[in-house]
């Protein structure tokens, strides 16, 4: 006969061997998943805390955690204001006209020709003088027209493999390494600085932060897509905003997913 006592002691060492179990399973799935990471998934668990990643004169990125990074968020005040553009090409040649003529290829002259009817830059004159001609300018003949924003007096444009060409109106600066693509534009708190960027055609985007000046805004500095120890790599960012006219909060996006990493860029005054 089983006694009410022998019964208690097997409850127990059934509940000891179960709680066992699934420790053990707990733990072998743990390693798994350690032993399925890659270097970059290793990487990002070591630098949650606020790690310096990257320095030079100009600028700081730190790793943070996310609840850091949700932390500044919420005290943060996050502009949702756009810049008004036009894609209408014919609304944009009427009122460019005198500023920017546009074209298409001739094949036998292999050159922009304005007589030709198209979408393509042939000559601007920037509202400073300065007189750009396509066909003198490289890897410039295959660009067509996006997208014209008044506010910023910058023409956009898309080349090869969709990458981002664009135009200063103003002061005739050429090149989207340089202008940037409008689309990327989120300023400081103050617009001392603003993050601007462009895609140059290779599943990545490219960024760099800009300086307020007497004209409108100047390049100020690149930001690093990666490291020479690979503390931080990304091909996208992503969820940013401004704390401040120094720092700039983002998110990493590598290859269209997602990275749960969280970073702060500080600018050195």
Known sequence: MVTLQYMRFLYILIGFLTLSSCNQRDSKEGASASNTMDGQDTVAIAILADTLLF???T??????????YVQKRLKATISKDTLKYISDFADAKALLKGRVTFGDYNPQTRKIDSLLK??????????????????EER??????????????????????????????LKRGIVGAE???????????????????GWFPGQECSAYF??????????????VPMHSDTE??????????????????????????????????LVLKN
């Open 231 to 264: 503390n931080f790599v990304w091909c996208n960012i992503a969820g940013t905003f401004w704390t401040s006219d120094e720092e700039l909060c983002f998110k990493n996006v590598l290859y269209e997913k997602p990275n749960n990493r969280f970073f702060k």
């Open 139 to 168: 890897y410039f003949w295959d660009m067509h027209f996006v997208a014209y924003y008044p506010s910023e007096e910058v023409l956009l444009c898309e080349g090869g493999h969709s990458s981002d060409f664009s135009i200063d």
């Open 178 to 196: 340089i202008v940037g693509n409008p689309q990327y534009i989120q300023y400081s708190t103050t617009k001392k600085y603003r993050l601007n």
């Open 209 to 222: 932060i800009q300086q307020r000046s007497e004209d409108g805004y100047d390049f100020y500095a690149n």
């Open 118 to 135: 198209g979408e393509m830059p042939v000559k601007i004159l920037a509202d400073n003088g300065k007189i750009i001609e396509s066909n």
């Open 59 to 68: 600028l700081a990125i730190y790793g943070i955690d996310s609840l850091t």
């Open 55 to 57: 320095e030079n004169d």
